[in-house]
Nanobody
């Protein structure tokens, strides 16, 4: 059974950085595409970044390009999101999700491709 646990969220001032982590278990992690999604107050869930099973391909939302970096460590079954130059509009609950094979590097939150989700970690950016 897929189990995803996010950590690393917190409160930070605008311009600061955070590194989110997602610990995965219960499945063959290295076969799955993985993604980060977020849902801000009063907003729909949106895709932030995604990564292929071996980490050779990534996708980013326009809002994340140049500021966020997704990465994975298949030896430790871990997913990361390095977030730099944070803005108030990045405030949201951040979720990691797993997309089983065969998978594309999608950041569409409504595609149905991601069938397992973590509980989320809160990121709050103050201006």
């Amino acid at each position: 059974q897929v189990h995803l646990v996010e950590s690393g969220g917190g409160s930070v001032q605008a311009g600061g950085s955070l590194r989110l982590s997602c610990a995965a278990s219960g499945f063959t992690y290295s076969n799955y595409c993985m993604g980060w999604f977020r849902q801000g107050p009063g907003k729909d869930r949106e895709g932030v970044a995604a990564i292929s099973p071996r980490g050779t391909s990534t996708s980013y939302a326009d809002s994340a390009k140049g500021r966020f970096t997704i990465s994975r460590d298949n030896a430790r079954n871990m997913l990361f999101l390095q977030m730099n130059s944070l803005k108030a509009e990045d405030t949201a609950m951040y979720y990691c999700a797993a997309d089983p094979p065969p998978c594309g590097v999608s950041i569409r939150a409504d595609s149905g491709e991601y069938n397992s989700w973590g509980q989320g970690t809160q990121v709050t950016v103050s201006s």
